[in-house]
């Protein structure tokens, strides 16, 4: 079968998707299990497993190849696993991506190497390097608020001409420069697409041509989520409704870091979320006020149409 590339690798309402916690902060394979079939029933056709929302930083090795096993043994084919694979380490970074092919991963979210800061030049052979290990299709992670190093323009170009390279997950809030990348890299070999990474501009994106989102939002808001990304073409004004409709929580989100109020608004619902790994904190109970009112509001909009 021929390697799959842009959304058909990765999906088109892809959730980031939270790491549920026992009390004690141990993984909760279970409530993995039920918190994914829960996305794709509302929505979701890709999975990010081990991504920043689900507190990679604080994640070991062992227990994301668990995850992954409980993320896919809960979908089977009815969504995407994606894994987050990507570190500060060319070598590290190979390995684990390496490990997601084997595991059974549809594809792999690498990002931007952190903190070390590296060249454009570093950039390009970092990807190239863990592209050349792997069959696996790649999505590049372009978030430099987190990491301190943005892809330029020039490096998405030179990376688009790698067959596996799908694309580009855009966490930048760069409009202009979203619009430069899907023009420059048209035709690339293997295709090369671009998804909202920031759910904040998920409609400016999608009008400008992205493929889809990669949404934190999608946890409560998926159904919103699923129908923007599926009339975006076709009913832009109802595109537009439900964005505006969902602005207010896609902000409430992150009015402390992600995925503190995430994980408490998910708990608020009855769905798997637990605690949060020091050196996170769940939020401050005015924080998680706000968040309920931006989504109760969602709710009720979402039951009048019912």
């Known amino acids: 079968m021929a390697a799959r590339t842009g959304a058909d690798a990765v999906g088109r309402v892809v959730t980031a998707m939270v790491t549920p916690l026992t009390p004690d902060g141990a993984l909760d394979l279970d409530g993995a ?3 994914a079939r829960h996305l794709v029933a509302t929505g979701s056709d890709g999975l990010v497993v081990g991504g920043t929302t689900g507190e990679s930083p604080t994640l070991r090795e062992e227990e994301l190849w668990e995850l992954v096993a409980a993320v896919r043994g809960a979908v089977g084919d009815a969504a995407r696993v994606v894994v987050g694979t990507g570190t500060n380490d060319t070598a590290r970074t190979i390995a684990r991506t390496v490990r997601a092919a084997e595991v059974g991963a549809d594809a792999a979210l690498v990002v931007t190497p952190y903190y070390n800061r590296p060249s454009q030049a570093g950039l390009r052979a970092h990807f190239r390097a863990v592209a050349d290990a792997t ?8 978030i430099p608020a987190r990491t301190g190093r943005e892809l330029a323009p020039g490096t ?7 067959p596996t390279i799908v694309g580009v997950k855009d966490a930048t809030g760069d409009l202009g420069k979203a619009g430069d990348t899907l023009v420059a890299t048209r035709g690339a070999p293997g295709g090369f697409a671009l998804w909202s ?6 409609l400016p994106l999608l ?3 992205a493929v889809g989102v990669v949404s934190v939002s999608a946890h409560l808001a998926g159904p919103e989520l699923a129908e923007t990304v599926r009339v ?3 009913d832009p004004d109802r595109a537009r409704t439900l964005h505006l409709r969902c602005l207010p929580l896609h902000r409430a989100l992150f009015l402390e870091p992600n995925p503190g109020p995430l994980k408490a608004l998910l708990a608020a619902r009855g769905l798997p979320a637990g605690p949060l790994r020091p050196p996170l904190a769940l939020p401050e109970p005015d924080v998680v006020a706000h968040g309920l009112a931006a989504l109760e509001a969602v709710e009720r909009a979402r ?3 019912a």
């Open 232 to 234: 975006v073409d076709v």
């Open 135 to 142: 069959d696996l299709p790649l999505l590049l992670y372009d």
């Open 156 to 162: 998405l170009v030179d990376l688009a001409a790698v």
């Open 33 to 35: 299990a039920v918190l």
């Open 207 to 209: 009008a400008l041509g």
């Open 197 to 202: 990474g920031a759910d904040e501009v998920n």
């Open 303 to 305: 039951g009048d149409a």
